[in-house]
């Protein structure tokens, strides 16, 4: 069967620009706390990596994707 794994903006959208925004400021702050942001900014990456899982697409490549997105000035905003 065909699988369309085109990414839109939907359901794990807001996790995943909320996981950009904190690894981001992650990289700007020194010792422990970086670390812990980050582990947090990966955690919210659960939720769409879920739903990809579902959906039976391969979760890897499609993060990939929203990552990429999700990095474009003025995506979907």
Known sequence: S????????????IEMELSKYLRDYS????GK???LIG???K??????????DN???DATNI???LRAK??????WL
């Open 27 to 30: 990289r700007t702050i020194p």
């Open 43 to 52: 955690a919210l990456e659960i939720i769409p990596r879920q739903l990809c």
């Open 2 to 13: 065909f699988q369309n794994d085109s990414v839109v903006a939907g359901g794990g959208a």
């Open 33 to 35: 706390q970086q670390l």
């Open 70 to 75: 999700h990095a474009q000035v003025g995506s």
């Open 63 to 65: 993060l990939n994707k």
């Open 39 to 41: 582990a947090y900014a």
């Open 55 to 57: 959906a039976g697409f």
